[in-house]
T-cell receptor
Framework: DAKTTQPTSMDCAEGRAANLPCNHS???????VYWYRQIHSQGPQYIIH???NNETNEMASLIITEDRKSSTLILPHATLRDTAVYYC??????????????FGKGTKLSVKP | KAGVTQTPRYLIKTRGQQVTLSCSPI?????VSWYQQTPGQGLQFLFE???????NKGNFPGRFSGRQFSNSRSEMNVSTLELGDSALYLC??????????FGPGTRLLVL
């Protein structure tokens, strides 16, 4: 079972920031938080990941709370092309069984004009 | 650098047949994982290959199998197809133990 909880759906106005929350209250010290998104019928696309510190790349920012029990993915200026299902996943970075991705149901983000 | 490629992209089979899907990982990536995505069950892990050896396996019947070649390319096979095997099959590769990158998937329809 997925170790994360996300809202089923969210709406965001085009050009505004989209803030997608994720709860992972049972996260272990060696587990990273990963975010992927899947645009309809395509393969999941990697967005960003982090362990403790906040992270930013050209696509998004990841804010992880100090206790690491929750995080927020921020798309700073959402566009219509950001409409997708967003998955928050926790995983360890090793070759064991925990190293694979366990997907939950994700959050369906709809960006509206 | 080219991404993960999967062939074929679409496939139609009938019950009882078998099917083989192919995945070419990103150059230099030695790990290839396979996932099945259906509307009912979502994205589920099938198995992972690393250096031609199956390293991890999900909870799928033995009809689902795979292999990896010395050039890291991987194939998965499903024998005795059932209607419920209709799904999007996704392949992902990774370098070392970090980020997995997914291919576009193969959509399989079993009639």
């Amino acid at each position: 079972d997925a170790k994360t909880t996300q809202p089923t759906s969210m709406d965001c106005a085009e050009g505004r920031a989209a803030n997608l929350p994720c709860n992972h209250s049972t996260i272990s010290g060696n587990e990273y938080v990963y975010w992927y998104r899947q645009i309809h019928s395509q393969g999941p696309q990697y967005i960003i990941h982090g362990l403790k510190n906040n992270e930013t790349n050209e696509m998004a920012s990841l804010i992880i709370t100090e206790d690491r029990k929750s995080s927020t993915l921020i798309l700073p200026h959402a566009t219509l092309r950001d409409t997708a299902v967003y998955y928050c996943i926790v995983r360890v970075q090793d070759g064991g069984s925990q190293g694979n991705l366990i997907f939950g149901k994700g959050t369906k983000l709809s960006v509206k004009p | 650098k080219a991404g993960v490629t999967q062939t074929p992209r679409y496939l139609i089979k009938t019950r009882g047949q078998q099917v083989t899907l192919s995945c070419s990982p990103i150059s230099g990536h030695r790990s290839v994982s396979w996932y099945q995505q259906t509307p009912g069950q979502g994205l589920q892990f099938l198995f992972e290959y690393f250096s031609e050896t199956q390293r991890n396996k999900g909870n799928f019947p033995g009809r689902f199998s795979g292999r990896q070649f010395s050039n890291s390319r991987s194939e998965m096979n499903v024998s005795t197809l059932e209607l419920g095997d209709s799904a999007l099959y996704l392949c992902a590769s990774k370098l070392n133990e970090e980020t997995q990158y997914f291919g576009p998937g193969t959509r399989l329809l079993v009639l």
